[in-house]
């Protein structure tokens, strides 16, 4: 069957918001390996989006390969599922001490999930239990999922206007990413009750590749210490090793950071990671937690963690992340330098993106690298640029045949 008769068939049965079913050429995924992907009608395509990042091992991993092969195997009959918020896994509890282990050292608990919005939200309720009454600070661009919950935190009015009647007014505060500390104590300033919380991305991946100034997440720490409040990095993008670390509360010290997408190598895993005395604001459980769900620690997604962990350790991918990502930035920065069409190219890490002088031209070029046979993926607020997250894994010819691909059709327009 061909890729328009399975989005039909999607066409007719699925909410119409879920998926764009209109875009050409039309593409539905069928299989993968490593950095590439084949689609229903056999043809390959060089991935470079891993999923959103969320495959940052690659596809099929051997990690993958040797969790469903030692589930088979076991002399036991393996753990499908637990009652993680009252009976743990012993797949949980081991990846929650292997997962801090890996994490600066004041960072002290977690609480785990199944989504990056569902990470923030750990983070939105521990600021609401640290200070009640207080109000929050995000920025332009900013991402933070789209549950109802964390909505309001996210930027982007069509995404949030549809649900504007159920969301809570005046308790959040937008201001520019990259703004001045004058206009951040003003805002606070205007907060009847405080600060409770600063929720910032230590790079903005929907809006661009946009990185902070390495100036700007520092005053935001001294900001929140000043106020009394907690500074929260939403990492779920860009955490586990995307910009060659695996969080920047290494840098600067974050309360509370939010990870996702790599951390369960393709399964459904998230966490909120804090300092003691963040989370100490949570009550003991009595036997009914007043935060969890039925998925939260779920035993497979776990030890798929505890598989990427190791593998990031022991290979150091961070580190190969930042090395050839430079690599990427200054050979696409070289080979693109002369085209009026391109405004910038932006990387850090993996985590790579072309902007262009145009609006749309990033969306419009994401359709066309398909018919080359690469996936990239569009970003910015009016779909100007183009961003690129292979796996961390990726080999440096398989990237640079999609490098060159793109390169090409660009001097070719």
Same mark, same amino acid.
């Given at each position: 069957?061909?890729?328009?008769?399975?989005?039909?068939?999607?066409?007719?049965? /699925?909410?119409?918001?879920? @998926?764009?079913?209109?875009? %050409? &050429?039309?593409?539905? #995924?069928?299989?993968?390996? =490593? +950095?590439?992907?084949?689609?229903?009608?056999?043809?390959?395509?060089?991935?470079?989006?891993?999923?959103?990042?969320?495959?940052?091992?690659?596809?099929?991993?051997?990690?993958?390969?040797?969790?469903?092969?030692?589930?088979?195997?076991?002399?036991?009959?393996?753990?499908?599922?637990?009652?993680?918020?009252?009976?743990?896994?012993?797949?949980?509890?081991?990846?929650?001490?292997?997962?801090?282990?890996?994490?600066?050292?004041?960072?002290?608990?977690?609480?785990?999930?199944?989504?990056?919005?569902?990470?923030? /939200?750990?983070?939105?309720? @521990?600021?609401?239990?640290? %200070? &009640?009454?207080?109000? #929050?600070?995000?920025?332009? =661009? +900013?991402?933070?999922?789209?549950?109802?919950?964390?909505?309001?935190?996210?930027?982007?009015?069509?995404?949030?206007?549809?649900?504007?009647?159920?969301?809570?007014?005046?308790?959040?505060?937008?201001?520019?990413?990259?703004?001045?500390?004058?206009?951040?104590?003003?805002?606070?300033?205007?907060?009847?009750?405080?600060?409770?919380?600063?929720?910032?991305?230590?790079?903005?991946?929907?809006?661009?590749?946009?990185?902070?100034?390495?100036?700007?997440?520092?005053?935001?720490?001294?900001?929140?210490?000043?106020?009394?409040?907690?500074?929260?990095?939403?990492?779920?993008?860009?955490?586990?090793?995307?910009?060659?670390?695996?969080?920047? +509360?290494?840098?600067?010290?974050?309360?509370?950071?939010?990870?996702?997408?790599?951390?369960?190598?393709?399964?459904?895993?998230?966490?909120?990671?804090?300092?003691?005395?963040?989370?100490?604001?949570?009550?003991?459980?009595?036997?009914?937690?007043?935060?969890?769900?039925?998925?939260?620690?779920?035993?497979?997604?776990?030890?798929?963690?505890?598989?990427?962990?190791?593998?990031?350790?022991?290979?150091?991918?961070?580190?190969?992340?930042?090395?050839?990502?430079?690599?990427?930035?200054?050979?696409?920065?070289?080979?693109?330098?002369?085209?009026?069409?391109?405004?910038?190219?932006?990387?850090?890490?993996?985590?790579?993106?072309?902007?262009?002088?145009?609006?749309?031209?990033?969306?419009?070029?994401?359709?066309?690298?398909?018919?080359?046979?690469?996936?990239?993926?569009?970003?910015?607020?009016?779909?100007?640029?183009?961003?690129?997250?292979?796996?961390?894994?990726?080999?440096?010819?398989?990237?640079?045949?999609?490098?060159?691909?793109?390169?090409?059709?660009?001097?070719?327009?």
């Amino acid at each position: 069957m061909k890729n328009e008769s399975w989005l039909a068939k999607l066409d007719q049965t /699925e909410c119409p918001d879920s @998926t764009y079913t209109k875009a %050409k &050429p039309p593409l539905v #995924f069928s299989s993968a390996e =490593g +950095s590439q992907i084949w689609d229903v009608e056999g043809q390959a395509y060089i991935d470079l989006c891993a999923g959103f990042g969320v495959m940052a091992l690659g596809h099929n991993s051997p990690e993958i390969q040797e969790l469903f092969r030692a589930q088979l195997e076991s002399p036991r009959a393996p753990m499908v599922h637990g009652m993680g918020d009252v009976y743990p896994s012993e797949a949980k509890i081991m990846f929650i001490q292997e997962l801090l282990a890996l994490m600066p050292v004041h960072l002290k608990r977690a609480a785990l999930s199944l989504t990056g919005s569902q990470a923030v /939200e750990i983070a939105l309720k @521990t600021c609401l239990l640290y %200070k &009640p009454q207080g109000d #929050f600070i995000c920025f332009q =661009g +900013s991402y933070h999922g789209l549950d109802l919950g964390v909505l309001p935190l996210t930027s982007r009015r069509d995404f949030k206007d549809p649900f504007g009647s159920w969301l809570p007014q005046g308790r959040v505060v937008e201001l520019p990413y990259h703004c001045e500390r004058h206009e951040i104590e003003k805002a606070i300033a205007g907060m009847p009750h405080g600060l409770a919380g600063i929720f910032v991305e230590p790079i903005q991946g929907r809006a661009g590749i946009r990185p902070s100034d390495p100036s700007w997440l520092p005053m935001l720490r001294d900001v929140c210490d000043q106020e009394d409040g907690l500074l929260v990095f939403d990492e779920v993008f860009t955490g586990m090793g995307r910009i060659g670390t695996l969080t920047s +509360s290494f840098e600067v010290h974050a309360d509370l950071i939010c990870l996702g997408k790599a951390l369960g190598g393709g399964f459904p895993l998230s966490a909120c990671i804090g300092t003691e005395e963040a989370f100490q604001r949570w009550p003991q459980s009595s036997g009914e937690a007043i935060h969890t769900g039925t998925f939260f620690g779920h035993p497979l997604s776990c030890r798929m963690g505890v598989s990427v962990l190791r593998r990031m350790s022991e290979d150091r991918l961070w580190e190969r992340s930042k090395s050839l990502g430079k690599e990427a930035v200054d050979y696409l920065s070289s080979q693109l330098a002369n085209q009026e069409a391109v405004k910038a190219v932006r990387g850090t890490g993996l985590m790579l993106g072309i902007e262009f002088e145009k609006a749309g031209e990033g969306a419009a070029l994401m359709n066309e690298l398909r018919a080359k046979g690469v996936i990239a993926l569009a970003s910015g607020e009016h779909g100007e640029s183009l961003s690129m997250t292979p796996a961390l894994t990726i080999k440096k010819d398989l990237l640079w045949e999609a490098f060159d691909r793109i390169i090409a059709h660009i001097q070719d327009r």
